[in-house]
């Protein structure tokens, strides 16, 4: 079993920046891949960011440029670091963990971009 505990959500204007974190617990010494997802309302969830546990990475083109996906292995933590952000960047935010065979999702932290 795995938790994923995501922080970090908020309000900011556009043009803003913030920062999501999401702390894994659990076991997870075999995760192949952590990733970002994203839903606003009306829409389809969509990838948003992922990174392997070799460290490669992969950004929707939408965010591409503007977001960062890290990762820190001794705290087990990944995390999504977003600037330049736009009003159609609001959404639920969710983090994910994958497993062979088995993807784990995070409660969703939600980020509003607004003036």
């Known amino acids: 079993q795995v938790q994923l505990v995501e922080s970090g959500g908020g309000l900011v204007q556009p043009g803003g920046s913030l920062r999501l974190s999401c702390a894994a617990s659990?076991?997870?010494?075999?995760?192949?891949?952590m990733g970002w997802y994203r839903q606003a309302p009306g829409k389809q969830r969509e990838l948003v960011a992922a990174?392997?546990?070799?460290?490669?990475?992969n950004y929707a083109d939408s965010v591409k440029g503007r977001f960062t996906i890290s990762r820190d292995n001794a705290k087990n933590t990944v995390y999504l670091q977003m600037n330049s952000l736009k009003p159609e960047d609001t959404a639920v935010y969710y983090c994910?963990?994958?497993?062979?065979?088995?993807?784990?999702w995070g409660q969703g932290t939600q980020v509003t971009v607004s003036s």
């Open positions: 990174i392997t546990s070799g460290g490669s990475t």
């Open positions: 994910t963990a994958a497993f062979p065979g088995l993807v784990y």
């Open positions: 659990g076991s997870i010494f075999s995760i192949n891949a």
